[in-house]
């Protein structure tokens, strides 16, 4: 079940209406828990089971982390986490990518093996929930987070269901103190929240999908395309992942408003960014930071030599690529935003005193991070490495023998997209609404939906993040 | 407390929930207050966002359906008064009956006509009784006989077809509510009695209703995009750009422009002789035993009485395909709401059945289609001097 198709609607109705009609926390904490569960199963009722046993283990954990004071036997049960969630996850996400890989490089070496992959289906949400988990365990054996008595608790926090699939990635330290005191319907900004959705889903269902069949088409058989295609089919997946990824955020963060809960905020404006890392501030924050904190920092972070630091750096981009995909066009993905962070950092560290170099940044440095963005959505979204080749060649080069084209006008698409981002950065969409009195809102806002709708298209495309 | 105890209350998560649940209180007069704010906004919404899509779908104009479908309505409502024959139906009429044919020889009869050929590959029920309907709209005056290919209600949609517009422009409340029924089977009265045991058996995809659940699903859904108006923005903006179809004509129209697409080729030896022995088996067999269902009869009926509205007559066709065999029509339970021609029938027409006169179980030759249209015209011009149709 998606946000975007009907069943959906109901599900959520009939959750809202039972939700506020309860007043007791527990009671409606219980409900949630339960509707959680349902939309999980929804996908596939058998992956409940993982997901039980993800939380069993890491509430056991946390409560044994609480009572041991041992610091060998602590270590234990953190390790003890992190290897089930961490082998949960790279049985069902990598096991056949990395028996294949082995496998090609024993050929390699002129070694051929006969290995078999196994038919594994990969349960939705799995490196999301995963590292939800994970962040409980973690802080608890940091010491920043109480363990959790209340198993129904954790259980919500690793399941509820607007960011349970495709994020926005939250931590225990942030969700949890919101279970504790009940949510007052006088304290949600309904029309934020309801807004907020719209956007989402606009973005996800007329903008997202309206571009997914010139990307595919392009991405599909780039050989067959001329070099300016390459570029009109790469700016549309631009556009596509960031509104399919940014528009379910939106989503989830809107319904989890809308029963009273935050949840983190996943993007912002990420294609104004100025350079790699302010780009890496800017999208997919809850992952960024998740890795941050749990990857980078306990690797060394910023302490040690110049060398160490980038040693830290990609590692912490290649494992971040790696999260996104089973595939080596992921991994190539996160080193080449690993390389261009390490560019930036010695580009700004020999520059920091050449006022020339600052003045000429101040205009390139935009164009020249969405480019470098671009270039490395290619290998994150190319099929293989070969199609990946031939696409870099048409987009960086210029360079290809194809004869099918997109029009130009295209491009406009592009401009009017990038346009009304920018005027949405500026805010101008943001406040005007908040003051019409409520039922005129209500009324608009129903007439709105009703347009909207009329943009969506009639085949339903499944989230980006999805197979994550 | 003991060791026991405690690691009862330190892993007993039930324990923990059965003490935290806090005393029932009635809702204070502000929460009720909020509480109907809140319905009353929603309810204004609701009825907005329903108000305006019912006004869209006024207004919004046929969306544009590919497979011939927008080009043959196009073509009609432009030459609709020149027509007074109109077939309508399947790839079984699209490519099967000739209205040069069929002209001809009702002249030679005596009774001269100008027919059209609206056949649609892959249209069967409902969305030919939408098609139909939408033909109908446009108030042709010198319509006079409607033939209306005669098979059950289809509840089907291949799988790789039904994200497609062509699965979703039809599916109102009429023709929804009737596949509905039929899944169902909840009969044709004004009131929906479900039957508890066939709904149990869908809910657990007990005894063959497996893939019950899922179409009700799609069809509910399909129901739902068509009257919020999903993907219906292409359709405005087609509007008035004018996108450009006409280049798609004669494809779809034929060399003569009146709908007929004469299709070549046949059967292999091979499949001639597996045909063979399948028609001798059927034939063998007993006499037809699958009744028209009355949710069939009904869509029908509802056909019937829209052709009669402007004048014209419905003539229902049963197309001699070998696939349709065992269907039977004129149950009294079900009395089909016109004059039937059924041509599924290998013993009374021998020649269109052979296998030298078919390309599959579906669809006959070229020549078997210019023979089988000659035959469906001389039975229909005996028909009228007969007077069992006027």
Redesign the interface.
Same mark, same amino acid.
């Given at each position: 079940m998606s946000f975007v198709e009907?069943?959906f609607l109901w599900f959520f109705l009939l959750l809202f209406i039972v939700y506020w009609t309860m007043?007791?926390?527990? %009671?409606r904490k219980?409900w949630l828990l339960l509707c959680s569960y349902v939309f999980y199963a929804a996908w596939n009722w058998k992956f409940t089971f993982l997901l039980l046993g993800s939380t069993t283990v890491d509430?056991?954990v946390g409560?044994m982390l609480a009572?041991c004071k041992s610091r060998g036997w602590r270590r234990l049960w953190i390790a003890t986490s992190v290897c089930a969630n961490l082998g949960v996850l790279g049985f069902f996400k990598y096991f056949n990518f990395f028996v294949s890989s082995a496998s090609g490089f024993l050929a390699w070496l002129g070694l051929p093996t006969s290995v078999s992959t196994l038919n594994i289906i990969l349960p939705v949400g799995i490196s999301f929930y995963t590292f939800h988990s994970m962040s409980y365990t973690i802080d608890v054996y940091r010491g920043r987070q109480r363990a959790i008595?209340? &198993? $129904?608790d954790l259980a919500l926090f690793i399941s509820f269901f607007p960011p349970l699939v495709a994020g926005p990635i939250v931590r225990a330290v942030n969700f949890l103190p919101q279970l504790v005191s009940a949510r007052k &319907?006088?304290d949600v900004d309904?029309r934020g929240a309801v807004i907020l959705f719209l956007a989402g889903f606009i973005k996800k269902a007329c903008i997202a999908d309206g571009v997914a069949p010139i990307a595919d088409r392009y991405f599909a058989h780039p050989a067959n395309f001329t070099p300016r295609s390459a570029w009109i089919g790469v700016l549309f997946y631009a556009i596509q992942i960031y509104c399919d990824f940014s528009g379910y955020t939106d989503m989830a963060i809107a319904a989890a408003r809308l029963l009273g809960y935050q949840l983190p905020n996943n993007f912002r404006f990420p294609y104004f960014a100025q350079n790699v890392s302010d780009f890496w501030r800017r999208w997919h924050i809850s992952l960024s930071s998740w890795l941050r904190d749990y990857l980078y920092i306990p690797l060394g972070g910023n302490r040690g030599s110049r060398w160490f630091v980038y040693r830290n750096i990609m590692i912490t981009m290649l494992l971040g690529g790696l999260w996104h995909g089973a595939a080596w066009t992921f991994v190539i993905w996160g080193a080449l935003h690993g390389i261009a962070l390490l560019v930036h950092r010695e580009w700004t560290r020999l520059t920091a005193s050449l006022e020339w170099a600052t003045r000429a940044m101040r205009w390139l440095a935009w164009p020249i991070t969405v480019y470098l963005v671009c270039v490395a959505w290619i290998f994150f979204r190319a099929h293989d490495l070969s199609r990946a080749g031939t696409i870099l060649k048409q987009f960086v080069l210029f360079r290809g023998s194809g004869n099918e084209h997109f029009h130009r006008w295209m491009l406009l698409v592009v401009a009017a997209l990038a346009f009304i981002h920018w005027l949405n950065s500026r805010r101008w969409f943001a406040e005007p609404w908040r003051q019409w009195p %409520?039922?005129v &809102?209500? $009324? $608009?806002?129903?007439?709105t *939906? $009703? *347009?909207v709708?009329? &943009?969506?298209?009639?085949?339903?495309t499944p989230f980006i993040y999805f197979q994550f | 407390m003991s060791r026991r105890s405690a690691i009862r209350n330190n892993l007993c998560p039930i324990r923990d929930l059965a003490l935290n649940v806090e005393p029932l209180r009635a809702p204070t007069a502000a929460e009720r207050k909020t509480l109907l704010r809140a319905l009353t906004n929603s309810a204004i919404g609701a009825g907005a966002f329903l108000l305006t899509c019912m006004g869209l779908h006024a207004i919004l104009p046929f969306p544009a359906i590919d497979d011939g479908v927008s080009q043959k309505l196009r073509f009609f409502a432009a030459h609709k008064d020149e027509f007074d024959t109109l077939f309508i139906g399947s790839s079984r009429v699209y490519f099967q009956i000739s209205p040069a044919i069929f002209d001809g020889v009702m002249r030679e009869e005596g009774i001269p006509t100008r027919s059209f050929n609206f056949g649609i590959g892959g249209m069967f029920l409902p969305e030919s009784a939408y098609v139909l309907e939408q033909l109908l709209t446009t108030k042709p005056r010198n319509l006079r006989w409607v033939f209306i290919e005669y098979d059950e209600l289809q509840t089907k949609w291949a799988f790789e077809n039904q994200t497609s517009r062509r699965a979703l422009y039809w599916a109102d409340w009429k023709r929804t509510s009737l596949l509905l029924r039929k899944l169902t089977d909840v009969g044709i009265d004004a009131v929906w009695l479900p039957s508890l045991k066939k709904l149990r058996d869908i809910i657990l995809c007990r005894k063959g209703e497996a893939n019950t659940y899922k179409q009700l699903i799609f069809h509910t859904a399909q129901f739902e995009k068509n009257f919020i108006n999903v993907a219906r923005g292409a359709d405005i903006l087609d509007y008035f750009w004018g996108r450009d179809i006409s280049k798609w004509d004669a494809k779809y129209l034929g060399a003569a422009g009146d709908g007929y697409i004469p299709k070549t080729g046949g059967m292999s030896a091979s499949q001639a002789a597996a045909y063979e022995r399948a028609l001798g088996l059927a034939m063998g067999t007993k006499p037809p035993t699958a009744f028209i269902s009355p949710y069939t009869v009904e869509a029908y009926r509802q056909c019937a009485q829209k052709v009669r509205a402007i004048g014209a007559k419905p003539i229902l066709l049963v197309m001699p395909s070998a696939t349709q065999f065992n269907i039977a029509y004129g149950d009294n339970n079900a009395r089909p709401p016109g004059v039937i021609m059924a041509f599924n029938n290998p013993r009374a027409y021998p020649n269109l059945y052979r296998s030298s006169a078919r390309r599959d179980r579906e669809h006959l030759t070229k020549s078997g289609a210019e023979e089988f249209t000659r035959i469906m015209a001389v039975n229909f011009a005996q028909l009228i001097q007969a007077g069992e149709v006027k």
């Open positions: 009907f069943r007043r007791d926390n527990t %009671a219980v509430y056991i409560r009572r008595s209340n &198993f $129904a &319907f006088s309904v %409520a039922p &809102f209500a $009324a $608009a806002y129903g007439c *939906v $009703a *347009v709708l009329l &943009f969506v298209p009639p085949h339903y | -």
